[in-house]
């Protein structure tokens, strides 16, 4: 935790967003794609376009808009259904609702936790694809561990108050520092109790 206050001590959501469906929209369009090109495709999408409008939106338009993200075709239909339950049921408002947020399509448990964290603060411990990497690495989750053994892992070893903190920390120690190829480990603090620092001596 002392490592990663060092390296982040003000770490939050690369995502950029100025209204809360703006935030739950970039998490459904962020799966398997960088944040970089979310925010180059949203900076489009929501200067453009209200939720009201999105909802209405013809589809191909849509789909024209976040080509990049990859798998548009799918996310365009999520984007669309979003925009529309919000309206439908939550005058536009993304609610501090975990079973209403997860039974919208595109959206998962680990999407769910960014969106409580970041917008009403919940502590939760969303695992993503950097988050699982450290903690493998780290020794704090087995190879085998699929992501929700993982958070409850993880939710078990650190104070309930930092984990939202500590969420943001890793994914960030695994974009620029504990990378999947070529991580940075000789100068990494922690590389004594890391398995993929250790594979590399044997």
Not at 60 to 74: A, D, M, S, Y
Not at 176 to 201: D, I, T, V, W
Request: charged share 25%.
């Amino acid at each position: 935790m002392s490592y990663l206050d060092e390296l982040y001590p003000d770490a939050m959501c690369e995502l950029n967003y100025h209204k809360d469906y703006e935030l739950l929209i970039a998490v459904v369009l962020s799966a398997q794609c960088t944040d970089k090109r979310v925010n180059m495709v949203t900076q489009e999408l929501f200067s453009k376009y209200s939720l009201e409008e999105i909802s209405k939106l013809d589809l191909k338009v849509l789909e024209n808009i976040i080509r990049p993200v990859g798998t548009f075709t799918r996310k365009a239909m999520y984007v669309k259904e979003i925009a529309h339950s919000l309206l439908k049921n939550y005058e536009g408002i993304v609610p501090n609702n975990r079973e209403y947020l997860e039974s919208l399509p595109g959206v998962g448990h680990k999407t769910c936790n960014v969106v409580l964290s970041n917008l009403y603060q919940e502590p939760c411990f969303a695992v993503d694809t950097h988050v699982s990497r450290v903690s493998k690495r780290l020794k704090y989750a087995k190879e085998t561990d699929n992501v929700m053994i993982i958070e409850k892992k993880l939710m078990k070893a650190f104070p309930k108050d930092k984990w939202s903190k500590m969420h943001h920390q890793m994914v960030l120690f695994g974009r620029y520092q504990c990378m999947s190829l070529r991580p940075k480990c000789e100068s990494c603090k922690l590389k004594e109790q890391c398995r993929y620092f250790h594979s590399l001596k044997s």
